[in-house]
């Protein structure tokens, strides 16, 4: 069983920055394949980023240069800092993990974390 924490989530401006952060708790956490996930109103959850064990890294077209996905095994945290923000991507950014294996979509995912609002004005 694991419980996923998110904070960080708020308003910014087009081109700003922030950093979202999920925080973990169980055990084996660094055995879990780590993502981001997003839904804006009225659309679908979509995967934003994922990281894997040792780090291997993969990002949505829609975010590629912009977002850099992390994690710290020691302190059971993932991380997603999100830089020259567009209004397209506001949504609430959800953490999710699967046990192993990197999730195919938002059906794969074993467990989610509540989500967190982000919201980007032009």
């Known amino acids: 069983q694991v419980e996923l924490v998110e904070t960080g989530g708020g308003s910014v401006q087009s081109g700003g920055s922030l950093r979202l952060s999920c925080a973990a708790s169980?055990?084996?956490?660094?055995?879990?394949?780590m993502g981001w996930f997003r839904q804006a109103p009225g659309r679908e959850r979509e995967g934003v980023a994922s990281i894997g064990n040792p780090s291997s890294t993969s990002y949505a077209d829609s975010v590629k240069g912009r977002f850099t996905i992390s994690r710290d095994n020691a302190k059971n945290t993932l991380y997603l800092q999100m830089n020259s923000l567009k209004p397209e991507d506001t949504a609430i950014y959800y953490c999710?993990?699967?046990?192993?294996?990197?999730?195919?979509?938002?059906?794969?995912?074993?467990?989610w974390g509540q989500g967190t609002q982000v919201t980007v004005s032009s």
């Open positions: 999710a993990a699967k046990w192993l294996w990197c999730p195919s979509g938002p059906s794969d995912v074993s467990y």
């Open positions: 169980g055990n084996r956490y660094s055995s879990y394949c």
